[in-house]
C-alpha cells in the first residue's frame, strides 16, 4: 500500500530475487525487512521441517547489530527431541548460500542472521527516499482484515489529559498529555481511525464554590485577559476561606457549642445550593458555569498547539445524561450490585467477586445520600454511551496509576452489567508521576509556566552564538520548539510507570540523551543538505554500491530497522521504545560524519553519502514527528 507493485518489483530485482512468499503481518510494501523474513523463512522451513506460518512471526529483530540484523530463537519453533543449542548449530549449518543473507551463525539456542551489506544499502536508501514521511507507516494494523485493503479501518478511541475546568493545565497534565497524543499518532500511523477525547473534569460542587467566589471577588478584566489563572485565584482564595471556617466550626463543635445555623450557612452548604441550582437547570447557574467552561477550553487549546496534540471532542461529566445515569442504576440495582448504605447507594465488590480480586476492589459509592452523582457513576454511564455512540474496537484510557483503582473498579462493574465484551476492548495506559514540579512553597507549577521557563533558557543559551543566532529564522520560536522538546523527551525517556524526577538542567542539556540533542541531530543533517547542495534528481541517481565503510553499512542496518520499531511500539505502547531507538541511530550516525565525508569527495562518492544521510534524516523526522515533537531545520548550539 505504502508502494505500489512495481516499486516492490524493483526492489525484488535489486535484491536478486524473483518473488516474496506471503505470511500473515507480511507486508514488504511498508517494512523492507518483511523481504527478508520471507526469504529466511522459505530456506529454513526445509531444513527444518517446521510449518512457514511458525517461523515467521519466529524471526525477530535486534536490539543490538552485533547479533545481526535478525534473529530466531529456536525454542519458539518448538521442535522436540534435540537441545535448542544443537538444533541452531545443525540448522546454521544446513542453511544455504543466498543472494541477501550471510552465512548464519548459531549461539546458544539463537540463530544470528546477517544481511549482505551492499544489497541492503542499494535496496533500502531508494526505498526510504521514495516514500520519505510514509516509510515507518504501515496501515495493515489498523485494518479489520489486514488482507484486503477494502475491509475498512478499526476504530480506537483516546480518552486523555483530561484536566478540571477552571484550573490551570500543571505539570500532573503533562504526562497523560504527552502519551496520550503519542498513543494517538502512533496508531493512526498503523491505519486506525482514532477518536481523541479530552474528557474534563467540568462537573460537581466545586463549581458551586467558585461561582460564590466569583459573586464575591469576580473582576471582568481580569476574566478577560487570563480565564483561567483569575478563576483559580478566586477558587484558592475562597477554598482558604471554607477552611479557616471549618476550622472555627469544629471548634465550637469542640466547645459543645450548637453550631446547626453556622453549618447552614457555611461556603460550604452554600456551594452545595448553588451545584444543586446548576443540576436542576437553572439559567443563571448554568450560564455562569458554561461561560467559565467555555474560557476554560480556548486557554487549553492555546497550551495543546504548543504541544502539538488537537483534540477531535471536547466532553466531560456535564455531559452524562441524568437519565442515562438514573438507568443504570437501575440495571445495577435488578442485578442486585447494589445495596443502600445510611441512604447512599453503593457496590460492595467483596460480595459479587470470590476471593482476594474483590476485596482488593474495595466498596465504591455511586451516589451520595443528597443523590448527588459521584465519578464512577458518570464514568460507567459515559462508558456506555461512547460504545453505543463510536462502536468502537478498542478504548484507551490514559489516566495516572493513582487512579489504578478506580478504572478497575469502573472495568468490573461493567463487566458485572453483563457487558464483558465492552470490558475486553477497554484497556487503561496508567504512568507514574512527575517529581520536583512543586514550588518552594509547595504549590504546583503551571505547565504554561514550565514551558516558558525552558524557552527562555533555550533562547538564552542560543544568544551566545551570535554568528549562529542571526541565521535562525524567528529564534524566539525556534526556542520555544527546543523548550517543549526538552519537556517532552525528559517525559518519554522512562518506561511510562516510572516516576522521574523533573530536572531543568539536565533536561535543556546539549550533552547526553535530550530533546535539544535530537533536535541538533536533526538540524545537523538539514545542514548538510543545505550545504551539499543536490537536488533530488541528482541523489536519485547516486550509486549507493559505494558505501563500503562499516560506518556506512551500520548506519544503514539501522535505519533498516525502523518500520519494526513502530512495530515493536505498538505492543509495548511505550514512547521510549521509539526515543531509544532514535538516540541509538543519532549515535552512529554522530560517528560517522568523521568517516563519512562529503565535502572534498569525489562527486558520485558526495551522492551516495549525501543520499545516506538524507534516509537519516528522513527516519529522524518520522520518528520525532511521531512523538509529537516538532523538528527544527536551523539550530544553534555552542
Known amino acids: 500500500m505504502a508502494t505500489d507493485a512495481n516499486a516492490l518489483a524493483d526492489q525484488l530485482q535489486e535484491l536478486g530475487i524473483d518473488k516474496v512468499e506471503s505470511y500473515p503481518n507480511c507486508h514488504p510494501d511498508t517494512n523492507p525487512v518483511d523481504i527478508?523474513?520471507?526469504?529466511?523463512?522459505?530456506?529454513?522451513?526445509p531444513i527444518t521441517g517446521v510449518d512457514p506460518s511458525i517461523i515467521y512471526p519466529a524471526i525477530q529483530w535486534t536490539q543490538t547489530l552485533d547479533k545481526g540484523d535478525a534473529i530466531l530463537a529456536v525454542p519458539a519453533l518448538r521442535v522436540k527431541g534435540k537441545k535448542p543449542g544443537e538444533l541452531a548449530e545443525e540448522w546454521a549449518s544446513k542453511f544455504p548460500e543466498s543472494p541477501l543473507i550471510e552465512k548464519p551463525t548459531a549461539s546458544g539456542p539463537f540463530i544470528s542472521f546477517f544481511f549482505k551489506a551492499d544489497k541492503l544499502t542499494n535496496m533500502l536508501l531508494p526505498t526510504i527516499r521514495k516514500q520519505a514521511s510514509s516509510y515507518g507507516k504501515s496501515p495493515y494494523n489498523g485494518l479489520r482484515d489486514p488482507s484486503d485493503p477494502n475491509s475498512g479501518k478499526k476504530r480506537m478511541i483516546v480518552e486523555f489529559s483530561s484536566p478540571n475546568i477552571a484550573k490551570p493545565f500543571h505539570a500532573g497534565h503533562l504526562r497523560s498529555t504527552i502519551i496520550g497524543g503519542f498513543i494517538a499518532s502512533l496508531h493512526e500511523s498503523a491505519g486506525w481511525e482514532v477518536t481523541r477525547l479530552n474528557y474534563l473534569g467540568d462537573w460537581g460542587k466545586q463549581y458551586g464554590l467558585l461561582a460564590l467566589a466569583w459573586e464575591k471577588w469576580g473582576d471582568e478584566e481580569a476574566l478577560k485577559a487570563d480565564p483561567i489563572n483569575h478563576l483559580f485565584n478566586l477558587y484558592v482564595r475562597i477554598n482558604s476561606d471554607m477552611s479557616d471556617e471549618k476550622s472555627k466550626i469544629k471548634e465550637k463543635q469542640d466547645a459543645g457549642e450548637d453550631v446547626s445555623a453556622l453549618e447552614a450557612d457555611s461556603l460550604d452548604e452554600q456551594a452545595r445550593k448553588y451545584f444543586r441550582r446548576m443540576t436542576d437547570g437553572d439559567k443563571e447557574a448554568v450560564d455562569l458555569w458554561r461561560r467559565f467552561r467555555d474560557l476554560s477550553i480556548v486557554r487549553y487549546k492555546k497550551t495543546y498547539a504548543r504541544l502539538n496534540i488537537e483534540y477531535d471532542e471536547y466532553c466531560g461529566e456535564s455531559q452524562v445524561p441524568e437519565e442515562d445515569m438514573k438507568k443504570a442504576a437501575e440495571i445495577l440495582a435488578e442485578k442486585g450490585l447494589t445495596e443502600?448504605?445510611?441512604?447512599a447507594t453503593l457496590i460492595d465488590f467483596s460480595k459479587h467477586v470470590a476471593g482476594k480480586p474483590g476485596k482488593s476492589l474495595e466498596k465504591v459509592i455511586l451516589r451520595k445520600k443528597d443523590g448527588t452523582a459521584l465519578y464512577l457513576t458518570r464514568d460507567i454511564s459515559e462508558l456506555l454511551n461512547r460504545q453505543e455512540k463510536y462502536k468502537f474496537d478498542k478504548m484507551i484510557y490514559v489516566i495516572a496509576s493513582q487512579q489504578d483503582l478506580h478504572l478497575k473498579q469502573l472495568f468490573k462493574t461493567i463487566e458485572l452489567m453483563g457487558h464483558e465484551d465492552i470490558v475486553k476492548k477497554c484497556q487503561h495506559i496508567n504512568f507514574g508521576m512527575v517529581l520536583g514540579m512543586s514550588t518552594r512553597k509547595g504549590t504546583v507549577k503551571f505547565l504554561d509556566d514550565i514551558l516558558r521557563d525552558v524557552a527562555e533558557k533555550m533562547h538564552e543559551v542560543m544568544r551566545k552564538n551570535e554568528t549562529k543566532y542571526s541565521q535562525v529564522e524567528n529564534p524566539e520560536a525556534v526556542a520555544d520548539i527546543l523548550g517543549i522538546s526538552s519537556?517532552?523527551?525528559?517525559?518519554?525517556?522512562g518506561k511510562?510507570?516510572?516516576?522521574?524526577?523533573?530536572?531543568?538542567?539536565?533536561m535543556t542539556s546539549f550533552e547526553g540523551d535530550t530533546g535539544p540533542y535530537l533536535q541538533y541531530a536533526h538540524a545537523r543533517l538539514c545542514s548538510i543538505r543545505r550545504k551539499v547542495n543536490l537536488s533530488d534528481e541528482q541523489l536519485a541517481t547516486a550509486d549507493y554500491s559505494l558505501l563500503k565503510?562499516?560506518?556506512?553499512?551500520?548506519?544503514v542496518r539501522l535505519l533498516s530497522q525502523w518500520p519494526d520499531v513502530v512495530q515493536n511500539t505498538l505492543k509495548t505502547l511505550e514512547p521510549t521504545t521509539i526515543l531509544t531507538y532514535l538516540f541509538k541511530m543519532t549515535h552512529v550516525l554522530s560517528s560517522s560524519y568523521d568517516h563519512l565525508r562529503i565535502v572534498g569527495s569525489e562527486d558520485e562518492l558526495q551522492k551516495a553519502r549525501m543520499g545516506l544521510y538524507d534516509a537519516a534524516r528522513i527516519v529522524l523526522y518520522n520518528g520525532m514527528s511521531l512523538l509529537g515533537l516538532s523538528p527544527v531545520e536551523r539550530y544553534v548550539r555552542l
Open 487 to 493: 519537556v517532552m523527551v525528559q517525559d518519554m525517556s
Open 496 to 506: 511510562r510507570i516510572n516516576n522521574y524526577k523533573f530536572d531543568m538542567d539536565v
Open 549 to 555: 565503510e562499516k560506518h556506512a553499512t551500520d548506519l
Open 36 to 45: 527478508y523474513r520471507s526469504h529466511i523463512t522459505s530456506l529454513l522451513a
Open 340 to 343: 443502600d448504605a445510611n441512604g
